[in-house]
């Protein structure tokens, strides 16, 4: 395989531009992530301490192996949300190493109001389940919740992917083996209660833990009963005389080291077979990075200087490198794994969703899974266009994609808007991981011709009333519109409502998607041996 | 005279493998009894028969007088070599030898009655105006003796009166302490000797512990052997001694010997025993027990008169008279033994227990070993701890010390927590060369006799030998996979 | 490759990284260093640490290792973790732990009964030794976990307490 040759120029006036803005995004990143894992008010933070508990992410670190790395999912959920005071959706989850067996973590936060889930909250403990049934991850609950926030449970409760549907998926998971180990650390009531319950080994904290369908204020106001949370559903009577948990710990240490003490007896699972080589790092510098990606939306970049700073030795084999240029495909080695990667320079067109749409057919025969570098705004439009079967070839790609069984990685590099979004493999389409850039926009269409077309409604609707609107009233109504659809489209709002795994700083993209692929091959996929189709 | 065909070794560990060895120096067959938990000792492997006995406990089993009664008629031995504690001390198991017509190695059923009970041996030594110790209380059960004892004044020792070995000894210096102490001496004295009569004694600071090897035949020759110092002691038992003891006039050597002999020929003694004495600073004197058996400490005499002692019992036992007189006693050079025991110095010399995982003592041409070990055993708690005695001869003490602490530092025991280290820095320390040694020397050098701190290199080096070696770390089943390896410590 | 050590009664974390014959130790937060062993061939061993080395007689068995070096002996017990996390937490333990290893001989107390700091709870004895096993703080007695003529390791739990209600 040949070098990717890079014709990047790291002294260019743009460059040095593009990289100012970029490690300024990063560092906005990295702050706001520092702020939502360890800023509390400290009153909380005494509560806990006086509580003899440990703040999450301590917990984490004393959960996961030393020297091993930590790929938190989600950091930012709910970050637009609640008034920004349910950092995280009070929920941690990520992907690490227990024992040298991959798991994937998921721990409550109860420095904020005491762990109790929101509908996001709900919203991202059911994609975390979601994560561990489509990729068969070992998962381990660290619960700490005081249950359901009440005054938003209509949002949290009733429908199919709401509240339920985590339980479900602890029990889906249980049945095609994929173990589950529960640390109880506070009260898990109701609902809660079954998290621990439904896992294959439950371990309470003595004088911490509670497990019960209803707390001692509801047992008291249901039938007049007095009883301590202890005596209710502690460590003690769950563990000798209930058979509800099946270890009591004296503290949070030891219940942690007894996780890792069970988690070290499961078995290392099988990888699904992928063609693997020795890994090597990168030839180009990940840091590029920040001097490629442009500080404008609208401006142009290259995708395989970006490929170039995550594949092994910056090599790769471009597929049809002469057609349909505005797409690129082809073969690299992500740590060792070969993987096929499909990425955009340009709008799709008929020819690039083609050639799009052949070479997935070939790395879903030949057990390469995919990723997805999206940079898209959309199918080409315009007469010549469509006689040209423009809407046809962009559904041949959408049908190919969706029923890949190899798995599909996604990471939105930039622009990802309408139609493009969905054939480069967006979250509906079921990428086992999806994460974006901070600079990254999502919306069903380019902001500047949403914006217009919005303003122009919102013009003619005053105009109706007979409100006669000067030239700067049209301007102040078109840049509010344009402000708030900017907000809405960004990467901040997408992570706070959940509609990725995750912002990632660029320069770790290399790291973030060869552990994503590693957790995505726990699962065995489909061979699906068929003649390859020349579209 | 009648030639015994056939010894029974009523004992366990580095003595009976000592006797053993004599035995089968003398041609003499010989038989043991054990316990299961001594199945795997070298006494027991190497002896030519063996008759395994049991008890509630292991030690019980070594007091139970009627099963080795038994062991010696279904085996035909004629005779039994009691070694040291159990039932050396005990007259009622020499006299129902005797009326089995099984001979007894050790001194009379009379002279274990008078001398082996501590208390009558005091009256004896009082009666006959031997030097005592002063301020003695009448052994006594009920309240009254915790009110005698009282008496004496403090500091005292409570000691067990049907056996010695400092076993259960208890020094008391205050009164709240008293009736505890007494409780705990009287329960340790039941379980070691069978006998919870204990009595009380005025406890001297700093005196020296000076004790004098006498032989005695059945036809009235009685001869001393010289004398050992015993007084670098913890908790009451020794664990250094040598011969000659340093820094003693000729002429208060001679007197305290020959105050022995007196004592032995006046309490008609026959057989081995030793006399043992308090040597105050000032060069007085005082009897403080006879113990009327071989001594664990025996080998120092040994090395330095060449003469062996269980041969000496044996030959006595036999009825033959001792082959040399009191003039033609030599005594050569100097022994130092040292007691390896298995228990830990740095905490208050509470016993250990582990597996000898290393276990290497080195001998030589000066340097002997009596042992009750070998690599691979396990050391319980259901016996004394002591796992062998080193004994080194030099010709001079300087030139003993020299070897012994050669011969201590090659000493490795790995897997159970020793006194090796401990011993060593005993015999090094200035004080020790100097001999200014009496009972009080572990206590004023306390702080000297720890060891040496490590700084944090020496400590680190530790550390990480023991990672690297111990398969909790270097387990493969636990190693991180790629990528994870490779990225190590990251977080996003 | 994490694990505690207690040697001389103090407790370091040590970490282990790398394969083979190239390993990198981590002592507490101290900057890793490149540790090597190798034997001698004479039964004993060199360890290197960093710049320092010295000679050693090893032995280990289980969870200990047992190390002849710079004159003395040493014990050194590779925590297990789950036990290495009871020890962690600050606070006075409610548990009695044994010595030494021994037998218990007699029992004071029983469970449910109020008890303060320093009293006797039970006698236990080793080689003769009698000792009495004393509560660590006031509360109450909870579980007894050996009866009298039973046997134990040092360090077991003799007697667990649970605290005084505030």
Redesign the interface.
């Known amino acids: 395989m040949r070098r990717i040759k890079s014709a990047i120029d790291p002294l260019s006036p743009t460059y040095r531009s593009y990289e100012r803005h970029n490690r300024h995004l990063v560092a906005t990143l990295h702050e706001c992530q520092r702020k939502a894992r360890h800023e509390r008010p400290d009153r909380d933070v005494e509560r806990l301490r006086k509580q003899n508990k440990l703040l999450v992410h301590e917990r984490i670190d004393l959960l996961l ?8 999912l989600s ?1 930012l959920a709910a970050n637009q949300s609640y008034d920004g005071k349910v950092p995280s959706a009070g929920l941690v989850s990520g992907i690490g ?1 227990v ?2 067996r ?1 798991v994937l973590v998921m721990a409550s936060d109860s420095s904020i109001k005491g762990g109790a889930w929101f509908p996001l909250t709900v919203k991202k403990m059911v994609r975390t389940t979601d994560i561990a049934v489509e990729n068969h991850l070992p998962m381990v609950h660290l619960v700490d919740a005081a249950g359901a926030f009440l005054p938003f449970q209509s949002d949290l409760f009733a429908d199919r992917h709401m509240a339920g549907r985590l339980f479900r998926n602890q029990c889906i998971l249980s049945a095609k083996g994929i173990k589950q180990v529960a640390l109880v650390l506070g009260h898990s009531t109701a609902g809660g209660a079954y998290v621990p319950t439904l896992c294959d080994y439950s371990i309470m904290v003595r004088g911490a833990g509670g497990v019960f369908l209803g707390g001692p204020p509801l047992v008291k106001a249901a039938t007049g009963e007095d009883v301590s949370a202890d005596e209710l559903g502690g460590a003690d009577v769950h563990s000798t005389i209930s058979g509800t948990a099946d270890y009591a710990a004296d503290n949070e240490q030891e219940g942690i080291a007894l996780v890792r003490e069970i988690v ?1 007896t499961f078995s ?1 699972p099988k990888k699904a077979e992928v063609e693997y080589r020795q ?1 090597i790092e990168p030839y180009y510098d990940p840091q590029e990075l920040y001097g490629i990606i442009p500080d404008d939306i609208k401006k142009q970049f290259n995708m395989l200087e970006v490929v170039a700073r995550i594949v092994d030795a910056s090599r790769f084999h471009e597929f049809k490198p002469q057609y349909g240029t505005t797409a690129i495909c082809g073969f690299a080695y992500l ?2 794994w070969k993987v096929g990667i499909i990425g955009n320079n340009g709008v799709l067109f008929s020819d690039s969703a083609n050639k799009c749409t052949q070479f997935m057919q070939i790395c879903n025969r030949d057990r390469v899974p995919i990723i997805f570098l999206q940079n898209i705004t959309g199918f080409m439009v315009g007469k010549e266009y469509e006689h040209g079967g423009i809407t046809k070839n962009g559904a041949k790609m959408l049908m190919v994609q969706s029923n890949l069984d190899v798995p599909k990685l996604t990471l939105m590099t930039n622009g990802s808007f309408g139609a493009g979004n969905y054939a480069m493999c967006g979250r509906a389409f079921d990428p086992r991981f999806l994460f974006s850039w901070p600079n990254s926009q999502i919306s069903v269409m380019g902001m500047e011709q949403a914006a217009k077309t919005l303003s122009q409604l919102r013009i003619r609707s005053l105009e109706r009333q007979e409100k006669k609107l000067s030239d700067e009233e049209v301007q102040q109504i078109s840049e509010g519109i344009k402000q708030d659809y900017f907000e809405k489209s960004g990467a901040y709002h997408s992570t706070s409502e959940l509609w990725d795994d ?1 912002i ?2 660029p320069a ?1 993209t290399r ?2 998607l ?2 994503a692929l ?1 957790a995505s091959l726990n699962r065995e996929f489909k061979e699906s041996p068929h003649g390859i189709l020349r579209i | 005279m009648n030639k015994i065909k056939k010894v029974m070794v009523a004992n366990r560990g580095e003595i009976a493998s000592r006797i053993l060895r004599t035995l089968d120096h003398m041609g003499i067959a010989s038989v043991i009894v054990y316990h299961a938990a001594d199945a795997g000792s070298p006494a027991v492997k190497g002896a030519s028969e063996i008759v395994e006995i049991d008890g509630p406990t292991p030690v019980a089993a070594y007091l139970d007088m009627d099963q080795i009664i038994a062991a010696c008629k279904a085996t035909d031995a004629d005779a039994v070599h009691p070694g040291f504690g159990f039932l050396a001390e005990n007259p009622e198991f020499a006299r129902r030898l005797e009326h089995e017509g099984i001979k007894f190695i050790g001194p009379s059923p009379e002279n274990l009655e008078l001398m082996g009970n501590k208390v009558k041996a005091r009256s004896f030594c009082m009666n006959n105006n031997f030097p005592l110790a002063p301020s003695v209380a009448e052994v006594s059960t009920g309240d009254h003796f915790a009110e005698q004892a009282r008496k004496i004044g403090f500091p005292l020792l409570i000691k067990a009166a049907a056996g010695g070995g400092g ?2 000894m208890q020094i008391v210096r205050d009164l709240v302490d008293l009736e505890p102490a007494i409780q ?1 001496a009287k ?2 004295a039941l ?2 000797f069978g006998d919870d009569t204990v009595y009380a004694e005025r406890y001297e600071e700093k005196p020296r512990h000076i004790e004098v090897q006498v032989l005695a035949d059945e036809f009235g020759n009685v001869v001393h052997l010289g004398e050992r110092e015993c007084s670098i002691q913890r908790r009451f038992q020794k664990i250094i001694e040598e011969s000659p003891a340093p820094r003693l006039e000729a002429d208060l050597r001679e007197r305290i010997c020959t105050k022995a002999v007196e004592i032995a020929i006046r309490a008609g003694y026959h057989n081995a025993g030793t006399v043992e004495f308090l040597l105050a600073p000032d060069g007085d004197f005082f009897f403080l027990e006879m113990n009327t058996r071989i001594q664990v400490e025996h080998p120092v005499t040994e090395m330095v008169t060449g003469i062996d002692l269980v041969e000496m019992q044996i030959r006595v036992a036999q009825g033959e008279p001792l082959p040399f007189n009191q003039n033609q006693v030599q005594t050569s050079g100097h022994a130092i033994e040292l007691r390896i025991y298995a228990e830990d110095p740095q ?1 208050d010399f ?6 000898l ?2 276990y290497s003592i080195p001998v030589g041409s000066n340097v002997r070993v009596d042992d009750g070990f070998i690599e691979g055993m396990k050391v319980t ?1 259901a ?3 002591m796992l062998a005695k080193l004994i080194i001869h030099g010709k001079t003490r300087n030139e003993a010390i020299e070897r012994a602490c050669k011969a201590i ?1 090659d000493t ?7 006194n ?2 401990f011993l ?1 820095r005993i015999i090094s320390h200035p004080a020790f060369a100097a001999g200014q040694i009496h009972t009080g020397f572990i206590t004023k050098y306390k702080d000297d006799l720890n ?2 701190a ?1 700084t944090k ?36 | ?1 994490h ?1 505690r ?1 207690e ?2 009664d103090k407790y ?1 974390d ?1 970490t ?1 990284y790398g ?1 083979s014959s190239r ?1 990198l ?1 981590q ?1 507490n937060d101290d900057a890793p260093q490149t ?1 090597v ?1 190798t034997a001698t061939g004479s039964g004993d ?1 060199i ?1 290197q ?1 960093g710049e ?3 000679r ?6 289980g ?14 017990r ?1 925590v297990n973790p789950v036990e290495q996390a009871g020890l962690s937490v600050k606070g006075g333990s409610n548990k009695a732990r044994a ?5 218990v ?1 007699d029992i004071h107390v029983a469970e449910g009964e109020p008890i303060l700091k320093g009293q006797s709870m039970m006698t236990i004895e ?5 000792t009495a096993i004393q509560a660590p703080i006031n509360g109450k007695v909870g579980k007894i976990h050996f009866e009298p003529g039973e ?1 134990f ?2 360090g077991a739990i003799l007697v667990t307490l649970s605290p005084q209600e505030e």
Request: glycine share 8%; proline share 7%; net charge neutral.
């Open positions: 192996d030393k020297g091993t790395p930590f790929l938190e950091t190493i024992n040298g991959e070290g290392r890994p740590y060792g995750g990632i700083d770790d790291k973030v060869g552990i590693s | 076993k259960g705990i329960t340790a379980r070691a905490n509470l016993p250990t227990t582990g597996q995982l290393s708690s016996f004394d701890p530092t490795l025991i790995l897997g159970i927590t020793t090796v280290d060593a060891p040496t490590l290199e020496q400590r680190n080096l530790l550390l990480a030998a023991a990672a690297l070696t111990s398969r909790e770390f270097m387990n493969p089943e636990f190693d991180a996979m790629e990528p994870y390896a490779s990225i190590g410590n990251w977080r996003n | 490759m694990r050590i040697l001389l370091d040590i282990v394969r390993h130790v002592v540790a062993l061993h360890i640490l320092r080395h010295t050693v007689n090893i032995k280990v068995k969870e200990m290792a047992y190390i002849r070096a710079f004159g003395q002996t040493f014990e050194l590779i010595p030494m290893p021994g037998v001989v080793s080689m003769k030794i009698l046997p390791e040092k």
